[in-house]
């Protein structure tokens, strides 16, 4: 399992890798554009080849894009479903423009019409933005489970499971999972009983095969609160262990972790050692697996 941070780029998107190398990462996530904006320029061609450059250069071999969180892809309304749509082409193509090979999007919220309608929708904006994102095509979209505040999808990883069977045979939509919206999702995985038990249904409703990417993050709030708000990890109510059952199991080995933890780039350091001492102290049969 590589290990990573969500960093920033401010001064142009070519500073990414270097602050990732900065703080440990062997990995990262960004955004490419302002995260609360429908629309943004471009981007910088000199600053996308040297992106890919350092890329090479600093031995990332994968790392993955956050799309705008103004992405409802469920949305009963017209303006913002074709807004939303039409956004998630372009961060597709801009992903594909620094080779990068995911875009992580919320699963969305239905907005009062209900999780069957919502669902139902948010699997044709799949087909339409898949379908569409021509130049994107070694570019996979990620929807990321929600912590299921309001009307979000994606909380009850049924969710999941219904889109993954609509996509069963599309290599272009994966997953990513996150562990504080789990966690608030009433999702235990606090002993290793539990955390056995809750990757058993993982494997079974969405296929650990078809996950890439994970978020670690600790949570402010208790199991099962429906409130996402993250906490720094060991600090909340996971605490430090059990994020040592995720890192030490080779069966997520295949997938990259990236903190969105609070406190900036010197927390992340922090959290980046400890998750690798945890690393470091599984067997190394199981490491290598």
Known sequence: MKLGA???????????????????GETFQIFTKSQRQWSA????????????????ENGFSQACVHASYLINLASPKPDI?????AAMIDELLRAATLALPYVIVHSGAHMGEGEKS???????????????????????L????SAGQGTT????????????????GEERLGFCLDTCHLYAGGYDFETPSAYAALKAEIDQKVGID???VLHFNDSRKPLGSRLDQHANIGKGKIGETPFSYWVTDPDWNHTIAVLETPGGEQNYQR???LLKQFRDRAPRSSQSR
Not at 6 to 23: E, L, M, W
Not at 142 to 145: A, D, K, M, S, Y
């Open 271 to 273: 959290e980046l050692n």
């Open 142 to 145: 990620l929807l990321e489970n």
């Open 6 to 24: 969500h960093v920033s780029i401010q001064g142009g998107v070519d500073t990414a890798p270097d602050r990732a190398k900065a703080i440990g």
């Open 210 to 212: 078809r996950i890439y």
């Open 118 to 140: 919502g669902l139902k929708r948010l699997a044709e904006s799949i087909e339409f933005v898949l379908s569409r994102a021509t130049g994107a095509e070694r570019v996979k």
């Open 153 to 168: 999808l994606g909380a009850d990883l049924a969710h999941l499971h219904w889109i993954r069977e609509i996509f069963s």
């Open 41 to 56: 320029k471009p981007l910088d061609p000199k600053q996308a080849h040297a992106f890919r450059e350092k890329i090479v």
């Open 81 to 85: 479903l074709q807004k939303s749509r």
